[in-house]
């Protein structure tokens, strides 16, 4: 009783990590935990690609994914130097005590 998993169950996974990934960017407070969030959401979207270009056969799902995976490592660490800079500056990485940056 071999079952094969389907372009539904893919997508169902997807969508239930990009949701988990929106509460925790909408959520939490920690500025990191923002960033691993948003970084669920992007691989969510790709897991979307994948499926539909499996379930049609072709490669330009992949090369979504690739350039999705491009942007994931540019924003990771554009991100993690943004965060260190706040944190040497004000201490901290609470989103809600770093809300102004005139200081």
Sequence with gaps: MIQTISTSHYLILAAALFC?????VLI????????????????AA?????AFAR???DDLG???????????????????AIVIS???????VNIEEIQSMKH
């Design 46 to 50: 790709n897991l979307t690609f994948l």
């Design 62 to 80: 992949h090369l979504s994914a690739f350039f999705i995976i491009a942007v994931a490592a540019a924003e990771a660490a554009v991100g993690l």
């Design 28 to 43: 939490r407070r920690n500025a990191l935990v923002v960033f691993m969030c948003i970084e669920l959401m992007l691989n």
């Design 55 to 57: 379930a049609r056969g």
């Design 20 to 24: 988990l990934g929106m509460f925790g």
């Design 86 to 92: 706040v944190f040497r500056a004000r201490g901290t």
